[in-house]
């Protein structure tokens, strides 16, 4: 079965602070995906990677960056944060191939900005 | 762009019964890809259901069965024989076939409720 890890289930950070989310998958995808959950908002693409050192901005990438120095993992950062990036944060990966295959998520990690 | 909406943000059905959830999207393309998602509480995101634009046939997956009209750009979702188990978050996601992208586009999520 793939597995999809991510360092934190539960994160408080301050605002300012530089924060890191890690994602780690075992399975060799190619393709990986970070997300921003929230109520009433659904799921959002921050950043996505398909291959190492590769990365490509989602639909709300402001405020964060991303690194994927190997090929299993996928890390979010958070360069100064804010309160506003108080949030559910899933991180998902995929195989290039077949088109039709369905993204494997993390279990997420809540970060509170306090 | 694509869009997905779920216009029912909270369900709830009693355990046996059948429940239906609604999404509709919009989209210009001719093929793609459309998936049910449920997101247990606590829990990580697990794929329910699948369905291929091409296919006319509706996918079904055990008690879980979806009704896709692809000129009224609807996919619902109807579980049948609900259990307490199939209490959730569940997010209907459009990918489009093009291959120079695997993104998800999600809906806003239906929280649904199971009753004994």
């Known amino acids: 079965d793939v597995k999809v890890t991510q360092s934190s289930r539960y994160l408080v950070k301050r605002t300012g602070e530089k924060v890191f989310l890690e994602c780690v998958q075992d399975?060799?995808?190619?393709?990986m995906f970070w997300y921003r959950q929230d109520p009433g908002l659904g799921l959002r693409l921050i950043y996505f990677s398909y291959d190492v050192k590769m990365k490509e901005k989602g639909d709300i990438p402001e405020g964060y960056s991303v690194s994927r120095e190997k090929k299993e993992r996928f890390s979010l950062i958070l360069e100064s944060a804010s309160t506003n990036q108080t949030s559910m944060y899933l991180c998902?990966?995929?195989?290039?191939?077949?088109?039709?295959?369905?993204?494997?998520f993390g279990p997420g990690t809540r970060l509170t900005v306090l | 762009a694509q869009t997905v909406t779920q216009s029912q943000p909270e369900m709830s059905v009693q355990e046996a019964e059948t429940v239906t959830l609604s999404c509709t999207y919009d989209t210009s393309e001719s093929d793609y890809y459309l998936f049910w998602y449920k997101q247990p509480p606590s829990r990580q995101m697990i794929l329910v259901i699948r369905q291929e634009a091409y296919k006319q046939q509706n996918a079904t997956e055990n008690r879980f069965s979806v009704n896709f009209q692809k000129a009224a750009k609807s996919f619902s979702l109807k579980i049948s024989d609900s259990q307490l188990g199939d209490a959730a978050m569940y997010f209907c996601a459009y990918r489009s076939s093009s291959y120079n992208t695997d993104k998800l586009i999600f809906g806003t999520g239906t929280r649904l409720q199971v009753f004994p």
């Open positions: 998902a990966s995929i195989s290039g191939a077949p088109i039709y295959n369905e993204q494997f």
């Open positions: 399975m060799d995808h190619e393709n």
